[in-house]
């Protein structure tokens, strides 16, 4: 018995839909979930529609740099939602270890910790109901009873992030005589979480989620920004930094009109770039561009997200989630009035064509012209652009009590 529990608890620290073996049960899972398959037209990735716990969602990328910077995720089973965009500075790899870290602490903080309180108190609750018996319905229930005492909360996802930054800054000790660089890597970070009836947003740096709005009964959609953004362009931010280091006369410098901290990067907050944050990593050998020519007496940039809780209501129609690369060539009314006004199926590859067909209108291009240029040359004309669309089912999310397939996707373009 002890054992059989002990494999179950293996299995739920495993990122939901990796490592399955193909069987017939799990077809059949996909199937009921009705994740449609992905699909690719040169540098662009998408998934049209897929189904996930309250409603459906839509999933795109298309890649400028010649590594793609971005990463994303959906993940959704007995604990609710969780989205990731991780939008990648200086290469990919920090973008990468948030991809592939961040949800898993996640699940360690908000499902494992009550799975065995659970079992100390010597209780295990387990519903197979009337489905086919598999290890990973067992995972699920097993969460469902760990999670009925509402344990995802701010403090739980700002934790998450945490010890993503500190498995990160380890990683670059560890390398630091071999890749010094990956000090200057580093990746903004937006994480939504939908649990029961709130929605948590979480956001390190430029990303962006808007709220697609119902005006009454109008049909009239209106789009409300959920998340806080740290860019030194914004004069909130500016003076922010300002505040927290009043000796620094050059915290913030104007650049060829852009405005960058210490004159070098726009975000101030974000999951990496250690040479910003530890001085130990501001020296030689990393690249002269980066280090600073005065002693860094403390930390310059800053994990610490800024996260929100948002009740939902029934008239939240749908939730945007994209990295920055959107936003510079959409307005939040455009993006929302796209979505508002067009089929659920291909939301966010439409989203995406709209923001190439404005960078190509802005360089006096055709947009089929632009299409033509190869990745690297084409971060001339745009940059990476992740795009996340979720409908939102109220009827299903006030069930509270999720009893569907596990979800899991991320953005496939190659690496």
Known sequence: MLQALMNLLSLCLKPFGHGRS????????????????????????????????????????????????????????????????????????????????????????????????????????????????????????????????????????????????????????????????????????????????????ANLGDSRVVL???????????????????????????????????NDPQIVVLKHGVWRVKGIIQVSRSIGDVYMKHARFNREPINAKFRLPEPMDKSILSANPTIISHPLHPNDSFLVFASDGLWEHLSNEKVVDIVHSNPCAGSAKRLVKAALQEAARKREMRYSDLQKIDKKVRRHFHDDITVIVLFLNHDLISKSAVQTPPVSVRSALER
Not at 231 to 243: G, S, T, Y
């Open 22 to 201: 193909s069987s017939s049960s799990d077809s059949k899972l996909e199937s009921f979930v009705g994740v449609s398959k992905e699909g690719k037209d040169g540098l662009l990735w998408y998934r049209d529609v897929g189904r996930y716990w309250p409603g459906e969602f839509s999933m795109a990328v298309v890649q400028a740099n010649q590594v793609i910077e971005d990463q994303s995720q959906i993940e959704s089973g007995p604990f609710g939602t969780f989205v990731g965009v991780y939008d990648g500075h200086g290469g990919p790899e920090a973008a990468r270890f948030v991809c592939d870290h961040l949800f898993r602490h996640f699940q360690e903080y908000n499902i494992v910790k009550k799975i065995y309180w659970d079992l100390k108190d010597g209780i295990l609750h387990v519903n197979v109901m009337d489905w086919e018996v598999s290890t990973y319905w067992l995972c699920g229930y097993a969460a469902i009873s760990a999670e009925t005492h509402g344990v995802v909360t701010s403090e739980t996802i700002q934790r998450a992030i945490c010890a993503t930054e500190e498995g990160f800054t380890n990683l670059v000790s560890e390398l630091w005589s071999t890749r010094p660089q990956m000090a200057t890597v580093g990746s903004c970070c937006l994480v939504g979480v939908i649990y029961q009836q709130t929605l948590f947003v």
């Open 212 to 246: 697609g709005k119902k005006v009454g009964n109008t049909g009239g959609i209106a789009a409300i920004q959920l998340s806080t953004e740290h860019n030194a362009n914004l004069e909130a931010i500016r003076h922010e930094l300002k505040n927290e280091h009043p």
